[in-house]
């Protein structure tokens, strides 16, 4: 005998549950094999959020459409036990992204997260305090735990799921097939299919929003003046067409390299004059772009550029002199995140009439800048030296 339409789930709580199904087992190969490698662990992040709005709309799919009951040969203890299991199935798919996402936030690292290398996604609010500490260690516990709880859960469901199909009159697995037992076994009309793709789309849009509302002061994009030399003192502008401030180094032995787009910079220099000449640049941090999102979301986190406490980066230059190789060196000072660094700035220009050409260079330690060292103090990920390059051109003043 045939089970009536109505034991069939429908093709939406199919979709899901196969999907949250492949995804929470490739999460379980992941967790145990992304040690030490940057990219699973952002895909085990990525794919924990995708496991977390799949369930949140899985839940409300499951409210507005009722499961087929459960087949009349089953005793009463096995319905509450799959009862049991399937509660805590959805409570564990929920709990433990928000577990993952809160053991990310209260960590001492702040490890910055892009899903899928695509969508930079916020730390929880309010765990500024709560980071390296008891909150932290309780978490980990709870989600390392937890996935084991999952496991098993999984384990009874599969077992359930064969045992029925194999000894009951009415199995319940051919239920949960997508498109196999035609028109006969087709479930009853679904609704709410804007409620339930709506709700979680909408909750995932605003959170993801969070990112973009952090946006850096607002600065024209290129030289202007900052102060520290009167304007009216700086004898040359600098074409931001034509120029740049670049960074590069090395990331797990591979060179990477970026850019800052937005900065600032007043210029008084007369070869003439070197012991009157001076540089004031202001640099904003959080412009940085290296080609890859989670690199520019890590350099603004609190470990490196701290760029909310911190948007700007003062560089002065002072003490030029005449170098042997024909070009000049200055003594450059920055101020990063209120710790002061000198070191030497070497540099080419050449002068044609009204207009220069520049190119200068030099290296910093990730260490003396204080930047990233909780995370990476020894330099084993990023190299500690990393090497600055300034290079355009520049017009005289009238």
Known sequence: MHAPSSNRYTAVAILLHWAIAGLILFMIW????MEDNEARFQLHKSIGIA????????????WLNPPPPLPDDMTPWEKRLSHGVHVGFYALMIALPLLGWLLVSTSKFQVS??????????????????RGGVVHEVTEFLHSKGAWVLIVLLGLHVAGAIKHEIAAEQGVFKRMI????????????????????????????????????????????????????PAEAGNWEIDPATSEIAFSGMYQGKPFSGTFSRW???????????????????????????????????????????????????????NFAASAEGGYRAEA???????????????????????????????????????GQQSDPGGD?????????????????E
């Not at 997260?113 to 709560?130: A, D, I, M, Y």
């Not at 000449?277 to 690199?295: D, H, K, Q, R």
């Open 30 to 33: 992941l967790g145990w094999n």
């Open 51 to 62: 496991i977390l709005f799949l369930s949140v709309a899985r839940v409300t799919w499951r």
């Open 113 to 130: 997260t892009v899903l899928f290398g695509t969508v930079s996604w916020p730390h929880l609010p309010f765990t500024e305090g709560l």
């Open 178 to 229: 997508p498109g196999l037992f035609g028109r006969a076994h087709s479930p009853a009309p679904a609704r709410g299919y804007v409620t339930a793709f709506g709700a979680a789309v909408l909750l995932f849009a605003v959170i993801a929003a969070v990112p973009l509302m952090k946006s850096s002061p607002s600065s024209p994009a290129g030289p202007g003046t900052t102060g520290a030399v």
């Open 264 to 318: 600032d910079a007043n210029v008084l220099f007369d070869p003439d004059n070197l012991e009157s000449s001076a540089v004031e640049v202001e640099v904003y941090p959080g412009t940085a772009s290296t080609g890859t999102m989670l690199y520019d979301d890590t350099l603004q986190g609190g470990e490196w550029f701290d760029t909310n406490t911190f948007p700007v980066v003062k560089v002065s230059l002072i």
């Open 333 to 371: 000072s920055l101020l990063v995140k209120e710790k002061a660094v000198n070191v030497p700035f070497d540099f080419s220009l050449i002068i044609e009439g009204d207009t220069a050409t520049f190119e200068g260079t030099t290296t910093l330690s990730r260490a003396g800048l204080n930047l």
């Open 381 to 397: 990920w990023v190299a500690d030296k990393v090497t600055v390059t300034v290079k355009g051109t520049a017009t005289r003043k």
